[in-house]
């Protein structure tokens, strides 16, 4: 029997960290991660497993060096923490495995730090690891022939995960994406045919993660709509969970934007409880998205302006993900990026310059031009060198535009221009089923009422800007009197925190009180 501790490291601040605000709410982190509660699943009932996410607990060093096994799992923006672990556990002499997207793409980074590295998935490998080890004949590398059959992943020990501490929980119905994004590392990672769980399967996260008394569930599939006909599959069956169980989880998720394009999936999506979407539109320079291979974008049936409008009209909220830095992007990109999101009416957009990831097909190709900056932190926070635009000017742009979208007046003018004059009718679903379900209605609505309360007095107490301060009051009561709904009162008032993060972080690098954050 093996004694095993496995850590995700803490993440540097980020867009979607929310590390200004989640003090102010009462929380150590926004989610967490998949891989922790997934791989506690896949070990073994013989051997113990401690699950250490630093973002919420600090790591018991000490512990560490009594497990037998200590794993560490980590994307690119952790990288420095996971070297920094990792140098003190072999300082120890603990046995020490890493697995996770950096070390897929970036085999070498920890040299001999590692005595064992996973590559891609790990759903056979790590079982496999684990009976090689007790054997005394494990491997120094392992990476699966095949991705994995989605339709045996157990469901997450979501008990060893410290919930209470995150703001929502996290699930994942399927992985892989059909599309071919030259910048994108999903499909490095898990392939282009996407593969999906069935609907017991995720029925049973669904109830898992209840138990945990998360109500905010954010699905991480990189593109839920992959597979649009087994995801229709999966959402009658949700839909139908939800009205027998009284609708007792929200979530937001990720897709592409070609869902415009079919009203019976978004139907469909609204009736399961989705708010809000997250959508790539990237940039609205066409030749840019052609250039990066992101041809979904660029189909017919309306521009990209009127398909984020039929998701918002659907009864969904579309946040979005842009970047700068394409090679044919020019200095017109940076007003041509708020123009678009002002008139999108998208208030939750995450900015980010153009970074080419290893095995990308993004980064053979800059490698093969010469036009990256292999440093392992690049001076002008990307390692791409642009074309057409300055690497200065791609910064100072990309701080320009993050200041000014987050600008307390440019924000809420796009969320108000959604939820006010626009009138967005989220949760329609759930709204048809409270009407024969007075009873479940009043109770959540009062739930709702005194979690906005709440957050409202810890940003009251919490936020020590008086101007700010005041424009978050103004704004709720302006959305209170407009909309006296509770739901929607309890998601501006978390749109008002989600500001407060994105200001001070955009704010801190105007002023030159921290580093640049790129998004990638």
Known sequence: MADIVIINPVFEMSYWGMEHALPILGKRANLPVACLPLLAALTPEEHTVTLIDENVEPIDFDRCARADIVGVTGMSVQRFRMKAILAEL??????????????????????????????????????????????????????????????????????????????????????GCPFQCEFCDIIVTFGRKPRIKTSVQIIAELEAIRAQKARIVFIVDDNLIGNKRAIKDVLRDIIAWQQAEGYPLTFFTEASIDLADDHELMDMMVDANILAVFV???????????????????????????????????????????????????????????????EARIGVTMVGMLYAIRKTPLYTRLLAEGRLDHSDQPEFGTNVIPLKISREDLRDGYIRVMHELYQPEA??????????????????????????????????????????????????YGIRDDKLRREYRRRIWKMWKARPDPGILLMHVLKCALHYHAYRMADEMVGGKSPIMNSY
């Open 90 to 175: 072999k300082s120890r002499g603990v046995f020490t495995v890493v697995g996770g997207p950096l070390v897929t793409v970036h085999e070498d980074y920890f040299d001999d730090l590692a005595d064992v590295i996973f590559i891609g998935e790990a759903e056979e490998t790590w079982p496999q690891f684990l009976d090689e080890w007790k054997r005394g004949e494990h491997q120094v590398r392992y990476e699966q022939a095949e991705k994995s059959d989605m339709s045996k992943v157990p469901t997450p020990r979501f008990d060893l995960v410290k919930m209470k501490h995150y703001l929502f929980g996290s699930v994942q119905f399927s992985r």
């Open 280 to 342: 790539g539109i990237e940039t609205p320079n066409e030749e840019s998205l052609r250039e990066t291979k992101k041809y979904q974008n660029v189909r017919e049936g309306g521009t990209m302006i009127e398909k984020v409008h039929r998701i918002q009209d659907a009864g969904m909220e579309v946040w979005c993900g842009m970047i700068l830095g394409f090679d044919n992007d020019d200095p017109s990109i940076f007003n041509a990026q708020r123009e678009f999101l002002t």
């Open 411 to 460: 924000y809420f003018n796009r969320v108000e221009d959604l939820y006010i004059k626009h009138n967005i009718q989220l949760t329609k679903g759930r709204t048809r089923y409270w009407k024969k379900h007075p009873i479940q209605r009043f109770r959540w609505n009062s739930l709702f009422l005194l979690q906005s309360i709440g957050i409202y007095l810890k940003m009251m």
